[in-house]
């Protein structure tokens, strides 16, 4: 009788074993299968965002209510035996994207980044209405249609807006905000200036930092060619150390503000603002838009030359001029080729 009794507890035990090996084998067989087969992410691709604090688990439930996966003992499984920590943040999930691969994405903390251009020979104002136009950046500034804001509040180290921001292209990421991004473009102005000034040609007319920042903003406006951004610098030093005035059209337009219409007139260049040089001697009193690196460069490093005037010639380029006459007889050139 124990005899008999013996030989079925090892036979059940035999069974239990056999058992186990056969569910184990099937169980690793499907783990196995599940880690290499991808993910129902669409063919442009999936966004998920991982808040603070987020574990493993919820992020499955999130992915298993969007039917990226099913939330099943799998990842559990997963998740156990490659424990990882989750790092917060908008992450883009691509086809093809396996289980392993998705943690492995999600502890990487190689988040989504968004791109934002500021660009060369934008107004401050411009720039504030582009930054409020960007849905991918939190809005903690007030709109530019508010009216006038404190700017002083956020920068108190500078009087005047204009001009100090750097044009660049920003990488920025979920959850960053105008404001951020408004501090990083002036902090780059900062170091792109007090490099161009440390490393300026002698004998410049500029007493401070921020007069090449005024000039190089001149410059940004009168010409998209980089050749011609040294010559223009070169004329104005000229005229500047010679005591003539700018008579620079966009200083004039900047001065008119709102009541410009896009055409520039004889009376608008006798009508005498701080920015008119026309009607005054030197330079501006702020800079007239965001100048990028190439303006504060041919600011501070003007090409040498004799000229003293430039008129547009009618194909993106200008025309320069070392005497009044020659100057004259290029603006009857370039009068009788406009329509």
Known sequence: MARRAVNLVAGLAAALFIT???????????????????????????????????????????????????????????????PVLLKAGEYRLDPGMTPRDVVQRLASGDVIRYRFTVVEGWTFRQLREALAADPDLEQVLPPPAAGDWDFRSLFPDIGHPEGWFLPETYLFTRGDSDRDLLLRAHRAMQEALAEAWAGRDTGLPLETPYELLILASIIEKETALPEERGTIAGVFVRRLNKGMRLQ??????????????????????????????????????????????????????PEPGDTLYFVADGSGGHTFSRTLEEHQAAVDRMLKRTP
């Not at 992410?41 to 808040?51: H, L, N, T």
């Not at 004889?266 to 009607?279: A, I, Q, V």
């Open 20 to 82: 186990i090996a056969v569910v184990g084998a099937w169980a690793w067989r499907e783990y196995r299968d599940f880690n290499s087969e991808p993910l129902s992410i669409p063919v442009d691709g999936a966004v998920i965002v991982v808040e603070p604090g987020t574990g493993g688990a919820a992020v499955v439930r999130a992915l298993a209510a969007r039917g990226l996966t099913r939330a099943d003992w799998k990842w559990r499984l997963l998740l156990r035996l490659e």
């Open 248 to 301: 620079t059209d966009p200083t004039v337009i900047y001065g008119l503000g709102e009541a410009f219409d896009g055409d520039i007139r004889r009376r608008d260049l006798r009508r005498d603002t701080p920015y008119n040089t026309y009607t005054r001697h030197g330079l501006p009193p702020t800079p007239i838009a965001l100048p990028g690196r190439a303006a504060l460069e041919a600011a501070a490093h």
